[in-house]
């Protein structure tokens, strides 16, 4: 499966983004979506992760209660709402499908992943 993050940009403190993960290739069904970021000269850390149906999520501590993921199985894509963003918040971001059950917060859990889309938000 092919995926293709949009959606960053420039947005002050406090504000919001919705990144989109268009798939192609396969249906993204079969598959736990997860979001990932990476900032400058740090290692890429898990966002959040989305069941094959949707009906359970997984979020990384910094992120819990201001970010949501989710999905739309018929229109293959994932989506990630970002609200009360911080500046801590900045970085590239990226989404990911992994062919297998749970919710896995894990890098090497991914077997596809999309090139990232960069969000910053200023101070």
């Known amino acids: 499966v092919q995926l293709q993050a949009s959606g960053g940009g420039l947005v002050q403190a406090g504000g919001s983004l919705r990144l989109s993960c268009a798939a192609s290739?396969?249906?993204?069904?079969?598959?736990?979506m997860g979001w990932f970021r990476q900032a400058p000269g740090k290692e890429r850390e898990f966002v959040a992760a989305?069941?094959?149906?949707?009906?359970?999520?997984n979020y990384a501590d910094s992120v819990k209660g201001r970010f949501t993921i989710s999905r739309d199985n018929a229109k293959n894509t994932a989506y990630l709402q970002m609200n009360s963003l911080k500046p801590e918040d900045t970085a590239n971001y990226y989404c990911?499908?992994?062919?297998?059950?749970?919710?896995?917060?894990?890098?090497?859990?991914?077997?596809?992943w999309g090139q990232g889309t960069q969000v910053t938000v200023s101070s």
């Open positions: 989305i069941s094959r149906s949707g009906a359970s999520t």
């Open positions: 990911a499908a992994a062919f297998r059950p749970g919710l896995p917060s894990d890098i090497l859990e991914y077997e596809n």
């Open positions: 290739g396969r249906t993204i069904s079969s598959y736990v």
